[in-house]
T-cell receptor, first 114, second 110 residues
């Protein structure tokens, strides 16, 4: 238990569906992240939020829409996804964005797009 | 770019054997981190290294931050079945930008 909780753990959705992934941390951290993990590939950073403000968007398609209503919660809204978007989506948080700050990961949401 | 090359991709070892894996990059990093990911779980931090040349241990795990700041290795001594999983290296720059290796999948045979 790292203190970062993701729901749901598994999600199957059609290409025309709209769904949302949720991440919650009670560690008092100010920075939160979304990563995509595909088989045999490095973790890909998608979005970074620092003090509720989005500070990075690594060329992520607009069918992924993040939302950070407060420092403890992070959402990833999904719309019109493609089968190649199937992956493990990991949320992480860190105390801040200072150099050397450690990131703590949630258990991930295994997404399958059919 | 800042790609991390992690090797080996996979290892099959006997219980009790020692394990060594490493990460190299063409870029300099200010922090090196090693994570382990169990099946169905997110990565969990094992060791963090903050200075070039630093050698740090955590139980049976030992990791080093390369002198050139472009590489790091992780050793596991006397492996046990629960060491099974995927091990990731990560390099972090001053702006907190973190890059991950593709992972080393470790299988330990009892």
């Amino acid at each position: 238990e790292t203190g970062v909780t993701q729901t749901p753990r598994h999600l199957v959705m059609g290409m025309t569906n709209k769904k949302s992934l949720k991440c919650e941390q009670h560690l008092g951290h100010n920075a939160m992240y979304w990563y995509k993990q595909s088989a045999k590939k490095p973790l890909e950073l998608m979005f970074v939020y620092n003090f509720k403000e989005q500070t990075e968007n690594n060329s992520v398609p607009s069918r992924f829409s993040p939302e950070c209503p407060n420092s403890s919660h992070l959402f990833l809204h999904l719309h019109t996804l493609q089968p190649e978007d199937s992956a493990l989506y990991l949320c992480a948080s860190s105390q801040n964005r200072d150099p050397g700050t450690e990131a703590f990961f949630g258990q991930g949401t295994r997404l399958t797009v059919v | 770019g800042q790609q991390l090359n992690q090797s080996p991709q996979s290892m099959f070892i006997q219980e009790g054997e020692d394990v060594s894996m490493n990460c190299t990059s063409s870029s300099i990093f200010n922090t090196w981190l090693w994570y382990k990911q169990d099946p169905g779980e997110g990565p969990v931090l094992l060791i963090a290294l903050y200075k070039a040349g630093e050698l740090t241990s955590n139980g049976r795990l030992t990791a080093q931050f390369g002198i050139t700041r472009k590489d790091s290795f992780l050793n596991i001594s006397a492996s046990i079945p629960s060491d099974v999983g995927i091990y990731f290296c990560a390099g972090q720059r001053l702006n907190n930008d973190m890059r991950f290796g593709a992972g080393t999948r470790l299988t330990v045979k009892p």
